[in-house]
């Protein structure tokens, strides 16, 4: 079993809709969680960090994090172009060392 | 003023050689990672340092060395190399000594390796 899954997509959404990715982790004692971005070629951008159950809203983005269920979601409201991407949902136990795990990524295309 | 930064950006080379690459932090961060992105994009921790010390070796060959001379600095040297170490290759950082829980970890632009 992989510490942390995710859909591979591609997750197709038009412009301005809400695009919703999804992340579930396996080590039930992880502390910490993490969604990232990353464009072609370029590297892992840190787009939203959540440490407690519940929600977390930046601007258009909000990550959700439910524990007992062990699953991590990113919204993304009024997606635009600019937003297509790989995402990648990232998992840190903490404790003796912090060891950040990543899942395979959500490809997400936004439609103009 | 990059954060963390690695070079080369792009390395080519043939089977057999031994190859280096090196990465810096400017964050005052204590861990340093190694990560390796294969074609399919999954990133897949292989050394971590904290502060110099070896904390993390997920079973890499033993031609993959890493070495840190001080905590801003984690270089990875490959002795011979083979098609398979093909990659991008990504250096990481975060803030605090192991078992630090809330803190982030921050990425290079990535060295892709191309071994022909």
């Known amino acids: 079993q992989k510490e942390v899954e995710q859909n591979s997509g591609p997750l197709s959404v038009p412009e301005g809709a809400i695009a919703s990715l999804n992340c579930t982790y396996s080590?039930?004692?992880?502390?910490?969680f993490f969604w990232y971005r990353q464009y072609s070629g370029k590297s892992p951008e840190l787009i939203m960090s959540i440490y407690s159950n519940g929600d977390k809203e930046d601007g258009r983005f909000t990550a959700q994090l439910n524990k007992a269920s062990q699953y991590v979601s990113l919204l993304i409201r009024d997606s635009q172009p600019s937003d297509s991407a790989t995402y990648l949902c990232a998992v840190n136990r903490g404790y003796n060392f912090n060891k950040f795990y990543f899942g395979s990524g959500t490809k997400l295309n936004v439609k103009p | 003023d990059t954060a963390v930064s690695q070079t080369p950006k792009y390395l080519v080379t043939q089977m057999g050689n031994d190859k280096s690459i090196k990465c810096e932090q400017n964050l005052g961060h204590d861990t340093m990672y190694w990560y390796k992105q294969d074609s399919k994009k999954f990133l897949k921790i292989m050394f971590s340092?904290?502060?110099?010390?070896?904390?993390i070796n997920e079973t890499v060959p033993n031609r993959f060395s890493p070495k840190s001379p001080d905590k801003a600095h984690l270089n990875l040297h490959i002795n011979s190399l083979e098609l398979g170490d093909s990659a991008v290759y990504f250096c990481?950082?975060?803030?605090?000594?192991?078992?630090?829980?809330?803190?982030?970890?921050?990425f290079g632009q990535g060295t892709r390796l191309t071994v022909v």
């Open positions: 080590d039930r004692v992880s502390q910490s």
């Open positions: 990481a950082s975060s803030h605090g000594p192991a078992g630090t829980a809330n803190t982030e970890a921050f």
């Open positions: 340092y904290n502060n110099k010390e070896l904390i």
